[in-house]
């Protein structure tokens, strides 16, 4: 039987530098520009020029597309849109890996994330829970693969702002078929629940010669 260490990183942890802290403060950015909205005093067509030229400064050190997808598959991927801190779509969630095969994480998320007034997007919830559900097949001790199908329940509103807590577990796996459950809570109450069944197939990693397809 597989013995798990307490309480396993499993999110790649943010640095202090480089793209990791150019993210962050653009994940600050978009909070700002939401924050103040279309009535806000600030010199909004100036704010426009200054990131146009931080776009173009990124994109003249760009590499290839294609060389980039090889790069991000190279090692241990840290650009996923939920708990990569390569990408600043990304919340992000900190997930951990639990000793008894679930996961387990925590995230606060702001006026990006909003759907109905205070509450969190609902595609938002289920992005969230297809990773967690994801994650949480590969740290378990059964086969993990891609999303098949995700039934995601939304019991009650889930707050803005608040500390969310994550959980997922692998239930079962029968031949192909892996079936994953996962839950949002805040204040220990469920908000949103997920059903899914994943198939145990996976895309390849690309590589330089097959130019990243
Ligand atoms: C995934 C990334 C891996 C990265 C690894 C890095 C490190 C890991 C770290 C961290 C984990 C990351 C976490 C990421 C989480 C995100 C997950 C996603 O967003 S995945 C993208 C969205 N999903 C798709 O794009 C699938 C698209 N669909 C397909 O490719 C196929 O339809 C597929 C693979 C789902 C099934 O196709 P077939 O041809 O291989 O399967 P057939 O032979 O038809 O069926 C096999 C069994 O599966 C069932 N099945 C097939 N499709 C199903 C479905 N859609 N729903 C439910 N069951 C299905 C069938 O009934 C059959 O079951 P019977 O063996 O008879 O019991």
New binding site residues.
């Given amino acids: 039987m597989t013995t798990y260490a307490e309480n396993v990183p499993l999110s790649p942890v943010p640095n202090d530098d480089g793209i990791d802290a150019a993210v962050a403060a653009a994940r600050r950015v978009v909070n700002a520009l939401l924050h103040a909205g279309a009535d806000s005093a600030a010199p909004m067509s100036d704010i426009a020029r200054d990131l146009d030229r931080i776009a173009d400064q990124l994109e003249e050190h760009a590499p290839e597309r294609r060389e980039r997808f090889v790069g991000m598959w190279a090692g241990?991927?840290r650009h996923?849109p939920v708990t990569g801190p390569e990408n600043a779509l990304a919340p992000p969630l900190h997930l951990h890996g639990l000793p008894d095969g679930s996961v387990t994480g925590t995230v606060t998320l702001g006026l990006p994330y909003q759907g109905p007034p205070g509450c969190v997007h609902g595609g938002i919830s289920a992005l969230l829970l297809?990773?967690a559900?994801?994650?949480a097949?590969?740290w378990g001790p059964g086969p993990?693969?891609?999303?098949?199908?995700l039934s995601v329940r939304y019991h009650r509103t889930t707050p803005l702002f608040e500390e969310l807590t994550i959980r997922a577990r692998q239930e079962s796996s029968?031949?192909?078929?892996i079936r994953t459950t996962g839950e949002i809570l805040a204040h220990g109450e469920v908000c949103v629940s997920a059903d899914g069944?994943f198939?145990a197939?996976?895309?390849a990693r690309p590589v330089a010669d097959e130019g990243g397809r």
């Fill in positions: 241990r991927p996923d297809d990773h559900l994801g994650v097949n590969s993990d693969g891609m999303t098949g199908t029968e031949g192909r078929r069944i198939v197939k996976h895309v």
